[in-house]
T-cell receptor
Framework: ELKVEQNPLFLSMQEGKNYTIYCNYSTTSDRLYWYRQDPGKSLESLFVLLSNGAVKQEGRLMASLDTKARLSTLHITAAVHDLSATYFCAVDMNYGGSQGNLIFGKGTKLSVKP | DGGITQSPKYLFRKEGQNVTLSCEQNLNHDAMYWYRQDPGQGLRLIYYSQIVNDFQKGDIAEGYSVSREKKESFPLTVTSAQKNPTAFYLC??????????????FGSGTRLTVV
């Protein structure tokens, strides 16, 4: 059974600081996703990481994937208040030749304070 | 513009009542999914469907039922057998593998409350 673990689950940061969210998963997977969720809203896609060593950046967020270590990181640079949200990683389970489905971590609730 | 439409946005269910949540997509996606989210938790898979007239149970299918009579539509029924249905429900879709798009598209969600 695939398990996806995120840490930390809660993160309170000051504006301007850097921090990293970690996402570990228990079995081999094809791809990994990062999503953002604002309170009461749906999921907003941030990154799709498709191969070992993949790195993607958008603004103050950078995501990377190490498939050998079964680890993805979401790095936040010089945090601003607008980044306050819950961040989820999700691993795509590919059941043999069939389409996969997403297994989610529990999310990291990020609060950026002035 | 293409997308996924979930309705209603808010739904209230009385004890012992069945309710149906709607999910419609015009993205021509083959696969559709239903997830449940409880407060402070990640999403858990209820059911998924890869083609019309076929669907598979996810991790928490008990007390739920689905149908996939059309490619565009994947309604979820929450039955009276689901004892704790209060949650946020999200529908998602994606293309078949090999079609170059690895992304999932999510609907805006339905918040179900038992009254």
């Amino acid at each position: 059974e695939l398990k996806v673990e995120q840490n930390p689950l809660f993160l309170s940061m000051q504006e301007g600081k850097n921090y990293t969210i970690y996402c570990n998963y228990s079995t081999t997977s094809d791809r990994l996703y990062w999503y953002r969720q604002d309170p009461g809203k749906s999921l907003e896609s941030l990154f799709v990481l498709l191969s070992n060593g993949a790195v993607k950046q958008e603004g103050r967020l950078m995501a990377s994937l190490d498939t050998k270590a079964r680890l993805s990181t979401l790095h936040i640079t010089a945090a601003v208040h607008d980044l306050s949200a819950t961040y989820f990683c999700a691993v795509d389970m590919n059941y043999g030749g069939s389409q996969g489905n997403l297994i989610f971590g529990k999310g990291t609730k990020l609060s950026v304070k002035p | 513009d293409g997308g996924i439409t979930q309705s209603p946005k808010y739904l209230f269910r009385k004890e012992g009542q069945n309710v149906t949540l709607s999910c419609e997509q015009n993205l021509n996606h083959d696969a559709m999914y239903w997830y449940r989210q409880d407060p402070g938790q990640g999403l858990r898979l209820i059911y998924y469907s890869q083609i019309v007239n076929d669907f598979q149970k996810g991790d928490i299918a008990e007390g739920y039922s689905v149908s996939r009579e059309k490619k565009e539509s994947f309604p979820l029924t929450v039955t009276s057998a689901q004892k704790n249905p209060t949650a946020f429900y999200l529908c998602a879709s994606r293309k078949a593998p090999g079609q170059g798009n690895y992304g999932y598209t999510f609907g805006s969600g339905t918040r179900l409350t038992v009254v």
